[in-house]
């Protein structure tokens, strides 16, 4: 049965679009996800600006988890990675107690082509926020698959259904990768208290409820639910365990407003160390939006 319905609020970034559905007013998390952003679909020409690029900046308290059904990115961060991300691969990093990296779209700048995929933070429990910085790549040979009748899919993260994907984790929690043909129908059990299913492309019923491209589904717990495609769809399934209250300010996360402060005010400083291959440029500290970091739980 589905709780709530998220539209995706979309945002030019003036080189593409990206649909912010995380965080929402009345849902700011689905178990440890704190953040989820579609990044396109859209068709780049060559010549691709640099001021598209996503320079160096910092973060606290979380994972994040690029993932694209398009193009490619190419990450450096302040842990000494630098690593291409493609379709249907897994780039995690865990910032920890502190990291900073940058996204540069090298290759489409090059070539042009399509650019579509998803980013999405998990917040960090308690006992592992200020954990080590890290970071781990996944090609996606490694992922474990999810196919059905009509039904392709991958295990991005965590475990379902009695199947576990290597990807590194620090809590419990899912995410999955369906692709479904017209017609075909697929599960998501009811084993974790927080769930939730995003249409990337395509109509779905997800339990006899229609839900639109963009849209993102809440669940209520206890019950497994049946997605159905009204024509060829791809949907994300993502949820887990609660970690607790989480306070948010630009790209921090952290359980503690004043862990926050210390993060904005190291980064102001300079304190932060930047990409090793990447360290010309930054993004600047914003404005505080209000007087504390917003709550989410």
């Known amino acids: 049965m589905i709780e709530l319905i998220i539209q995706q609020r979309r945002r030019d970034l003036g080189s593409f679009e990206v649909g912010r559905v995380l965080p929402f007013a009345q849902r700011r ?14 068709d780049i020409a060559p010549g691709l ?4 690029d ?9 994972s994040t988890i690029t993932y694209l059904f398009e193009g490619e990115i190419m990450h450096r961060d302040s842990v000494g990675s630098e690593q291409a991300v493609r379709p249907g ?12 990296h940058s996204e540069r779209f090298e290759e489409l700048r090059a070539k ?12 960090l429990p308690d006992g592992r926020e200020e954990m080590d910085p890290g970071f781990w790549h996944y090609p996606s040979a490694a992922l474990p698959a999810l ?3 009509g039904v392709v899919g991958r295990l991005i993260a965590g475990s379902l259904a009695g199947v576990q994907s290597p990807v590194r984790i620090d809590s419990p929690q899912f995410y999955v990768h369906w692709q479904l043909r017209a017609g075909a129908r697929t599960s998501l059990p009811s084993e974790y ?7 990337a492309s395509g109509v779905v019923d ?17 019950k497994a639910a049946t997605i159905s495609a009204h024509g060829d769809a791809v949907v994300m399934a993502l949820g887990g365990e609660p970690v607790g209250t989480r306070y948010i300010d630009w790209n921090f996360v952290s359980s503690s407003p004043e862990r926050i402060d210390q993060a904005r005010a190291d980064w102001a400083a300079g304190r932060m160390k930047l990409p090793d291959l990447d360290n010309g440029e930054f993004i600047p500290l914003p404005p505080k939006l209000g007087a504390k970091p917003e709550p989410m739980s």
């Open 54 to 62: 996503v320079r160096p900046h910092p973060h606290i308290g979380l």
């Open 206 to 222: 997800v339990d006899g409820q229609r839900v639109e491209p963009g849209s993102m589904a809440v669940l209520a717990p206890g």
């Open 147 to 149: 196919d059905g009748d």
């Open 29 to 42: 998390m689905i178990g440890p996800y704190i953040f989820f952003d579609r990044m396109g679909p859209k």
């Open 193 to 199: 208290s927080e769930r939730a299913v995003y249409v």
């Open 89 to 100: 691969e897994v780039n995690w990093m865990t910032a920890g107690r502190g990291i900073t």
């Open 112 to 123: 042009g082509g399509l650019f579509d995929g998803i980013q999405a933070w998990v917040a």
């Open 49 to 52: 600006p640099r001021e598209a």
